[in-house]
């Protein structure tokens, strides 16, 4: 599990026993590496009342949890989880109006926070595609730089194999590679990763990780399907590639961790940060002020 400034409770122990979690007393002779990758990483948003993890390689100290942009509606709900602490917010072309909204703080926030969006580069698209694509987002966040662009939503499913839109010809793509090349030379993009929720998702993101291109995942998973869906194996895989890893879709109930006086979302969120990841996304965030405190209730949550 990636290293945070809230140190886990005993009970806390206990309870990854109970679920599984791997020994966390096993990272302890870790510390002094982690104080050097401290050192070296780059941190936003003044208010650090929110533990915050190295999301991999890029070196980007990010909130354990952050924002989502699917549903959002306006720019309120996203100023207030900045003001809250969330220095990691999360978009796509494919949110509707989401980048439009998000693009509206960015004009007076854009340096509190760690900004991510998505492309949704198919197999055959061309670099020029794939750059206009990138122009697009650019434009529509009010900003001339992106920390991570992620590749959306690869998938494996029926009558996709030897197309375009199969997860691995998307992930493959050369044109793809050469926009990612030129994005990142002329400083419009720092960073890039891939997301799936693809029931094949371990296998589409090893592969995503072997290239050597990407330096993050976004992985769906939960209690329920954490270990059938090929989760550990994959998140062992991105620990040694050093890959930032986050997690999305927190849903599907576990009556291990229905806690008296919780709100059941928080007590998946918290879950799923015992895991090796780095931080994790969650639309709920931007729904309403309610449901963004159950989501940032759960960096604090101490699992019993």
Not at 192 to 205: C, I, K, N, T
Not at 213 to 222: E, L, P, S
């Amino acid at each position: 599990m990636p290293e945070e400034s809230c140190a886990l409770s005993r009970r806390a122990l206990l309870q990854a026993a109970l679920l599984g979690v791997p020994d966390l007393d096993a990272h302890a002779g870790e510390q002094e590496q982690v104080r050097s990758d401290t050192a070296r990483s780059e941190d936003r948003n003044r208010n650090r009342s929110l533990p915050r993890r190295r999301l991999g390689r890029t070196e980007m100290r990010v909130t354990t949890i952050g924002s989502g942009g699917a549903g959002i509606t306006g720019p309120e709900i996203l100023f207030r989880a900045i003001d809250k602490g969330i220095n990691y917010i999360d978009t796509a072309p494919a949110y509707g109006e989401s980048e439009a909204v998000f693009g509206e703080v960015m004009r007076t926030a854009r340096d509190q926070v760690f900004l991510a969006t998505k492309w949704a580069v198919q197999g055959d698209w061309t670099v020029d595609q794939c750059l206009a694509s990138l122009h697009h987002s650019l434009t529509r966040l009010r900003t001339d730089r992106i920390d991570l662009l992620q590749l959306h939503s690869v998938d494996t499913g029926p009558g996709l194999k030897g197309t375009p839109r199969d997860g691995y010809a998307r992930i493959d793509n050369p044109h793809l590679h050469t926009a990612m090349d030129r994005a990142r030379r002329e400083g419009k993009v720092r960073y890039f990763g891939v997301s799936s929720h693809d029931p094949q998702r371990a296998a589409l993101l090893k592969h995503a990780i072997d290239t050597g291109r990407f330096d993050t995942i976004m992985v769906a998973f939960n209690a329920r399907t954490f270990a059938e869906s090929g989760m550990p194996e994959l998140l062992a895989h991105a620990r040694r590639h050093d890959i930032g890893v986050i997690g999305m879709r927190a849903t599907g109930g576990d009556a291990r961790l229905s806690l008296p006086h919780v709100a059941p979302l928080t007590a998946q969120l918290a879950w799923m940060l015992t895991k090796d990841i780095h931080t994790l996304i969650n639309s709920e965030t931007v729904f309403s002020e309610d449901s963004q405190d159950a989501c940032l209730a759960a960096a604090r949550l101490k699992l019993p």
